[in-house]
């Protein structure tokens, strides 16, 4: 019996009735799918990083499961901004639950543009994500400190409505000085980390090839083999965000003792991908029983008890 742990929580001042959400990527690029998220254990519905005109994404095969996680370099194969406009609106009207979108322009002017147009829908927060490594040609912007500081001075500027940042992980100790620095200057409401960890290579030793094609087989890698870098980016940037900036923990979750460990690091709240695509919505309440039940056994009753007391060796 765990029905008296609450993983009710809080980001950027939205109200989520559970810990757990899914993460922009898998299954939550058309209507039917972010219907199955609406209609699940989900606390929120987060939809496909979008652009401004429609993608068909990247060429096949372009996502593939391994044994610990996937890699993937879909190529933002999305709707099209204007399609999510009108899906938040029929899904905050439909659920009631809270929606967020995720934008992923080609240049500055692009998410600007769909900033200006999700201030005018019903979405709860915006997630911009500075950190795509599938675009050929277009370098991941959460690691040009410089350009990240100015769209983010442009983007907060016309904000009324939360704005988070969706990065890439970081693996220095002077560039998350660096990135929190940003993330204060420009009041963002919060930060999802991590991104997939983009550019790795996974071969193939019978076929001699790579196991997707776009980009030469470089794609980002997932799952349970990034679990230690999220934990880390999440733990680096609770430690310089003063509190003021909310984090969202995600990478390499699949059962409760993995979001505790988020919750211990300092994560508000947490995002699912890779599992969610292996398991389908069921993931979302199973993972939140389990989370209930390795709390109850440490007697925590609520997310804010335990959140960010990682113990000192
Ligand atoms: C894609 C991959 C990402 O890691 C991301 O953040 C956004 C889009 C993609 O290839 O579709």
Do not use: W
């Amino acid at each position: 019996m765990t029905k008296n742990i609450d993983l009710s929580t809080t980001v950027a001042g939205v109200n989520l009735e559970s810990y757990i959400i899914n993460a922009s990527g898998p299954d939550c690029t058309t209507y039917e799918e972010l219907q199955t998220i609406a209609r699940s254990e989900s606390a929120a519905v987060m939809m496909k990083s979008c652009t401004v005109e429609p993608r068909e994404g990247n060429p096949e095969p372009r996502y593939q499961r391994l044994d610990f996680g996937a890699i993937q370099s879909m190529g933002l194969p999305n709707l099209g901004y204007k399609e999510y406009v009108k899906f938040s609106a029929q899904l905050r009207q439909e659920y009631g639950k809270p929606v967020i979108a995720s934008l992923s322009g080609m240049c500055k002017e692009d998410n600007l543009k769909m900033v200006e147009a999700f201030q005018e829908s019903p979405v709860d927060m915006i997630e911009v994500n500075f950190s795509c490594p599938n675009i050929v040609g277009k370098p991941q912007l959460g690691y040009d400190f410089e350009q990240t500081d100015k769209v983010l001075g442009e983007i907060c500027k016309i904000n009324s409505k939360p704005i988070g940042v969706k990065l890439p992980p970081y693996f220095d100790l002077c560039h998350f000085d660096m990135v929190a620095e940003i993330m204060l200057k420009h009041k963002v409401g919060f930060i999802s980390c991590i991104n997939s960890i983009g550019n790795t290579l996974i071969i193939d030793a019978e076929t001699e090839a790579p196991i997707i094609k776009p980009k030469g087989g470089f794609g980002g890698l997932s799952g349970q083999y990034i679990k230690p870098v999220g934990l880390s980016n999440v733990r680096a940037f609770l430690e310089r965000l003063k509190g003021q900036v909310a984090i969202f923990g995600v990478g390499g979750i699949v059962t409760g003792t993995d979001a505790f460990e988020y919750l211990l690091a300092g994560a508000d709240a947490v995002q699912i991908g890779t599992t969610f695509e292996k398991e389908g919505a069921a993931s979302f309440s199973r993972i939140a029983q389990e989370l209930q039940a390795i709390m109850q056994r440490k007697g925590y009753s609520s997310i804010a008890e335990a959140k960010g007391k990682l113990r000192e060796l």
